[in-house]
């Protein structure tokens, strides 16, 4: 019950979260919503994993499964941006269709060997800094890393630079953006594939670096669910994602650290003596994803703001106000 | 049918239009359309809603791609692909419904979809140079400003900005002056002149004549998609002959009124408050009321809180503080249900998404006030039949177009949907009605069917409110008219000639900006403006 | 106006043409796009089959024989369509308001559970009348799946909570909740599982009446079909011929027109999703008594509420429709154990769902190939 440690703990499985929010975030600024996470998800874990067995090579891995994840998530932007389909009834389908075929394809996976991992170290210097340093840059994946420079930059990139410009644009008033001559199927098409390869990102982060191994739909156990779940939360901002990813992670690890000592707070730990009652244990990251979307939609009333105003609508040339 | 003149040889063409033809599933809005602007001038391009204006000019902006028919700009051929094209030809359309991303500010909407620059958006800079632009055509604008936060006039003065900074030479305005008050109007007109003066052409695309007269140097028409006159100086030609080129018949300019006979109040407002959708107040202590067998017309220019106005006595708005009285009974903050009960009509502005379920049938739709009652209801079970019968009885009655009474209403043409909305809610026998906007977008034989249904409705003793911003509509039908600004009233005014004379529109357009009628009525008409 | 040019594409002189549909097309189109959608997505499947080496067409055969061969597994397909019978109605009724209830997995499982603590409680001694004791295990399923229901509804309702999340993370909760009284409280030996129920809690089953009907010997059939197709009958009548249905369509068609006509939808969302939760449960209380009749996750938890918004989807929400789309789904899911891999059965309904979500374009659209040159 080192706080260190499930802080430590909690940034490298959060990790897993960041990419999944961020992935989201970017694809519903741009009007899509896409509930397909979990599946794209599974996809991401499922070939990253695979791909190392055959190769060797987790680099490999990780790339193939942002390939994959990011195809198929072109089912979604296909259906929805072209067919103008429901996005929610489209994004169950996605999440049926991922799961689904990850489990065929990654049949017999879970009883393969041991693959070489992707890198862990600690970062000369940073892990000096007090507190931060062991829970920052100590013993992190490479792919942790990869979060932190990650969060900053999709902020930047969204409020600063010419794409974010039309990011924006085209998730709050996409017959500004059309008028103008730039595609909105297009940026559309595009911000799907990034959040699907953002998602087989997160995928390949479970299955490669934070909980090695393929164990069909329970390799994210709901995962792509709390992260869409996050992005309420976040506000569509990737520095509140990070956050929201970390605190959830945390919280898993903290449910795992509870119930390993026999005294807890100077007291019989009652998760230790009766293991039943952790299934209440278990309960929690579902509940706390219900209370942050509370909050989220409650501060989102309050505000009268957050979500892009054309999140969810099909666009057709000529309808107005879309 | 069609009348040209033959070009003046002043000008150079800036934009030639040549057999243009486009058709939408189930309507040929263009049919071979001939259409010519010559560099430095203003060109009206006049007709009803439907004959194919908007979708002329969207050819011309790139936005449209035409079946056939050719373009030329400044001689030369030209296939545009997309609005970036056109923009590049030097062509900018100012959309009706403004192309603005609310949340963003003034410059960010102007460097939208430009290649400088190219990556990183160094604002301060750039918000200079959009200024700079301002100035030169004394479009006066707050780079820095978010749009939400700016009037519907400076929108439009940031479309402009955002075509004029692209380096635009056409410039195609898209009924500009429909969201405008007739002194912004004039504020538009001057900058319009500037632009010319300076050497850029506008089309200016109006169903108003009386502004195409002032402001227009030649005028073409279109009527059902085909040029019934092409080129026409604006100066020579009558309002009653670009009215029939137009329409295609002579028009009668006012209804017939009967003398009214207003009984009791029905409705009465009192000094209610309100918020709009962004918590911001719309109605700041607005008071009405509206006697039996009148037709109270409220005036306006948009966004200055008729809908939430409407909203509010249709108990779908909340109301912060003040009254809403229907037959001396208090519906204030009661449910829709409440007025629904007590005889109110309510014809909403948005008929797709407000006043219809656009994928349930006829029947449906006209049970929408009806279903909890006999004989549609028994013990709560519908009787379908019973449904069905209405239906048709209402089809028959109201003439809407339609194969049958199961046809889902979304397929139904706007003129026949405000029809089943009418007839939904007269059949109700309202004492009281409420009508936002009810011609928005119909043709004129739709249009002049909803005006005979609401003096109907006069005659028969109900009360009507009209909220309208169509200023011709309102004289035409009104009794009464009062004006609202900012959320509240500035005065009422009494409509009683068939033909509203000028000084009376000059009142109602000085209120709608703003002035309060005892102030006009203390400093005498024309101090002002 | 739709812009009717955005999806053309040239081809070699002609041009596919895509147009807003004006009219309303006939009765039998629908159906036709339907079947063609799920003959594509057994197709597709097949590929995806095989390139995981499997053969598809014995797995598709197989299916069919394992399921419909003869009247003892006919039986049981009807066995394993009921629980998707009941989810099924209970995803329509929620998603004819456009309430996305995908939690009808977790309520299904807390309907079980319901029904399951009348017996293992005890609330019910075993010598209450089987009807009382069956109707006893019935409501209490139906009411703890219309809390289950209540939940997010109220959520959703009153602080505009996303119901899609927040039935998802209920479903997660439920399978601990149970988790949790079966290993701690009712556990038999050690294992995760209740004692088995008694006779009395044992939904009638076809063998019983083996007796008087011979052809009856070993039929697993049970009488929660009865339950559902009684259900379903009695959800067609609510929803399409009821006032309250006409509320739930006006509701889920243009909720803006239903608040004009002076509907509450507040109440309505908490209502319908409590119907939706109640409905699910019923279909958990079928399985733990119908079939599994004891309480244990694995086989009450095996995604059902899932299947059951396939069903409802192709079934164009329609719950005498329903009926007959579960039976084929329970064909599915049953012969699907057997087949390697495992995951093929998921994998054939995800695919068949994206079809179906596709195919509703023709419905809207109209899609005629033209001469490039033609202009009409």
């Not at chain 1, 991401?44 to 390939?67: D, Q, Y």
């Not at chain 3, 597994?73 to 209970?90: Q, R």
């Not at chain 3, 799946?145 to 602080?159: E, S, V």
């Not at chain 3, 319908?272 to 079939?291: I, N, P």
Request: aromatic share 8%.
């Amino acid at each position: 019950m080192d706080p260190i440690i499930i802080l430590q703990a909690g940034v490298a499985t959060g990790t897993v979260l960041l990419f999944a929010t961020i992935g989201e975030i970017l694809a519903e600024r741009s009007g899509v919503l896409n509930l397909g996470v979990e599946g794209m998800m599974l996809i991401g874990a499922m070939t990253a994993f695979s791909t190392t067995i055959a190769t060797g090579n987790p680099w490999l891995g990780v790339l193939a499964a942002m390939f994959a994840a990011g195809l198929i998530s072109q089912i979604h932007a296909f259906i929805t941006i072209t067919l103008q389909a429901d996005q929610v009834v489209s994004g169950l389908a996605l999440t049926f269709l991922g799961t689904g075929i990850s489990l065929v394809l990654g049949e017999g996976l879970s009883k393969a060997g041991t693959v070489s991992l992707l890198p862990n170290f600690s970062i000369p210097v940073l892990s000096q800094i007090p507190i931060l340093g062991p829970i920052l840059f100590t013993k992190q994946s490479v792919l942790v890393y990869i979060g932190y420079l990650f969060t900053p930059l999709t902020w930047y990139f969204i409020n600063h630079t010419r794409p974010g410009l039309n990011l924006r644009s085209v998730g709050e008033y996409p017959s500004a953006v059309d008028s103008l001559g730039i595609s909105v199927f297009g940026l559309r098409y595009f911000y799907v594939f990034v959040g699907g390869m953002l998602a087989g990102l997160a995928g390949a982060t479970i299955s490669l670096a934070v909980a090695p191994g393929w164990f069909s739909e329970l390799t994210t156990a709901g995962q792509g669910w709390i992260a869409v779940g996050l992005v309420i939360f976040a506000q569509w901002d990737p520095v509140r994602a990070m956050f929201g990813s970390y605190a959830f992670g945390a919280l898993r690890r903290l449910i795992l650290d509870v119930q390993g000592p026999t005294i807890i707070f100077g007291l019989n730990n009652p998760f230790y003596y009766n293991p039943y009652w952790g299934f209440f244990l278990q309960m929690l990251p579902y509940a706390f994803t219900v209370i942050v979307l509370v909050i989220g939609s409650r501060e989102a009333m309050r505000k009268r703001l957050g979500a892009p105003a054309a999140l969810g609508n099909p666009y057709i040339r000529g309808e107005r106000g879309k | 049918m069609t009348q040209t003149i033959p070009p003046t040889p002043d000008a150079p063409f800036a934009v030639e239009m040549r057999g243009i033809v486009k058709r939408f599933p189930g309507v040929l809005a263009n049919d071979h359309v001939d259409f010519e602007l010559r560099a430095g001038e203003i060109h009206a391009l006049l007709g009803e809603n439907g004959a194919g204006k908007s979708t002329l000019m969207n050819v011309l902006a790139g936005l449209y791609r035409q079946e056939a028919g050719i373009i030329k700009v400044k001689g030369k051929p030209v296939e545009f692909h997309s609005p970036r094209d056109a923009i590049k030809s030097g062509i900018g359309m100012i959309h009706q419904h403004f192309m603005l991303v609310p949340s963003q500010t003034v410059t960010e909407n102007v460097l939208l979809g430009l290649d400088d620059p190219r990556f990183f958006m160094r604002l301060p800079e750039y918000d200079a140079k959009v200024a700079a632009v301002g100035e030169r055509f004394g479009l006066k604008v707050d780079p820095r400003a978010k749009i939400w936060q700016l009037s519907v006039g400076e929108q439009q003065r940031v479309e402009l900005l955002k075509m004029l900074y692209r380096g635009a030479n056409v410039l195609i305005m898209d009924e500009p002056t429909a969201v405008l008050a007739p002194t912004e109007i004039e504020g538009l007109f001057d900058i319009l002149r500037s632009m010319v003066a300076q050497g850029k052409s506008v089309i200016f695309i109006s169903h108003k004549l009386q502004e195409v007269t002032a402001i227009a140097d030649r005028v073409s028409v279109l009527r059902r998609g085909v040029a019934t006159a092409t080129s026409v100086p604006s100066r020579g030609a009558t309002r009653q002959e670009l009215a029939r080129l137009m329409v295609g018949r002579d028009v009668v300019f006012a209804l017939e009124k009967k003398p009214g006979n207003p009984g009791k109040i029905v409705l009465e407002v009192k000094d209610i408050h309100a918020d709009n959708d962004k918590g911001l107040p719309a109605l700041r202590g607005f008071s009405l009321n509206v006697r039996a067998g009148e037709i109270v017309g409220v005036a306006g220019v948009a966004g200055n809180g008729q809908s939430e106005l409407s909203q509010v006595i249709a108990s779908m708005r909340k109301c912060k503080q003040g009254q809403v009285i229907l037959n001396s009974e208090s519906l204030t903050n009661h449910n829709t249900l409440f007025g629904i009960q007590h005889g109110m009509a309510y014809v909403p502005e948005d008929r797709n998404h407000v006043g219809s379920a656009p994928n349930l049938s006829v029947t449906d739709n006209v049970i929408m006030k009806k279903y909890r009652q006999p004989p549609i209801s028994h013990a709560g079970m519908l009787d379908m039949s019973a449904a069905e019968k209405l239906a048709r009885e209402l089809k028959q009655a109201y003439d809407i177009i339609v194969p049958n009474v199961s046809t889902p209403v979304r397929l139904l043409s706007g003129g026949n949907l405000q029809r089943v909305i009418l007839a939904r809610e007269i059949s109700g026998l309202p004492n009281f009605m409420v009508a936002v906007q009810p011609t928005r977008g119909l043709d004129v034989g739709a249009i002049e069917g909803v005006h005979r249904l609401l003096m109907a409705q006069r005659e028969s003793g109900a009360g009507v409110l009209l909220i309208s911003e169509e200023l011709e509509e309102l004289l035409s039908l009104s009794d009464r008219v009062y004006v609202i600004y900012e959320g509240k009233s500035m005065g009422e005014v009494k409509v009683g000639g068939v033909e509203p004379d000028e000084s009376l529109i000059e009142t109602i357009g000085l209120m709608m900006t703003g002035t309060p009628l005892d102030q006009i009525q203390k400093e005498g008409v024309g101090a002002n403006g | 106006m739709a812009e009717s040019t955005s999806l053309q594409k040239k081809r070699s002189g002609y041009k596919i043409r895509v147009e807003p549909r004006l009219d309303v097309p006939p009765a039998w189109y629908p159906l036709l796009v339907s079947l063609g959608a799920i003959v594509f997505a057994l197709f597709l499947g097949g590929i995806l089959i095989s390139f995981a080496g499997g053969d598809p067409i014995r797995s598709y055969q197989h299916i069919a024989k394992a399921s419909f061969g003869d009247i003892g597994v006919l039986s049981d397909t009807i066995v394993k369509a009921t629980p998707i019978l009941l989810v099924a109605l209970a995803c329509s009724v929620a998603f004819r308001m456009k309430l996305w209830n995908i939690g009808a997995e977790g309520q299904f499982i807390m309907g079980a559970f319901g029904a399951s603590a009348i017996v293992l409680a005890p609330v019910l001694s075993e010598e209450t009348p089987r009807w009382l004791y069956l109707t006893v295990m019935a409501l209490a399923g139906m009411g703890m799946g219309a809390i289950w229901g209540f939940i997010p509804g109220y959520l959703k309702a009153k602080l505009n909570v996303n119901e899609i999340i927040s039935t998802l993370m209920l479903n997660y909760i439920a399978v601990a909740w149970v988790n949790f009284w079966i290993f701690g409280v009712w556990s038999e030996g050690g294992f995760q599982m209740s004692p088995k129920f008694p006779n009395v809690a044992w939904l009638p089953r076809l063998a019983e009446y083996a007796k008087e009907i011979p052809i009856f010997r070993g039929l697993t059939t049970h009488a929660g079909l009865l339950i559902g197709i009684v259900a379903a009958i009695i959800l067609w009548l609510i929803v399409y011929r009821s006032r309250w249905g006409y509320e739930i369509r006006l509701i889920g068609d243009n909720a803006q027109a239903a608040k004009y006509a002076g509907i509450n939808i507040t109440s309505n969302i908490i209502y319908v999703m409590m119907l939706s939760g109640a409905l699910a449960g019923l279909g958990g209380m079928s399985e733990v008594s119908g079939v599994v009749h004891r309480l244990q996750t694995a086989p009450i938890a095996a995604g059902y509420g899932f299947t059951g918004i396939i069903v409802a989807w192709l079934a164009k929400l329609n719950p005498l429709v329903i009926v007959v789309v579960s039976v084929l789904f329970g064909a599915l899911i049953l012969a699907g154990r057997e087949i390697q891999p495992s995951g093929v059965p998921k994998m054939i309904q995800g695919i068949i769902l994206v079809s179906l979500i596709a195919s509703d374009f023709l419905l809207r659209y109209r899609v005629r190939i033209v001469r490039a040159d033609a202009e009409e």
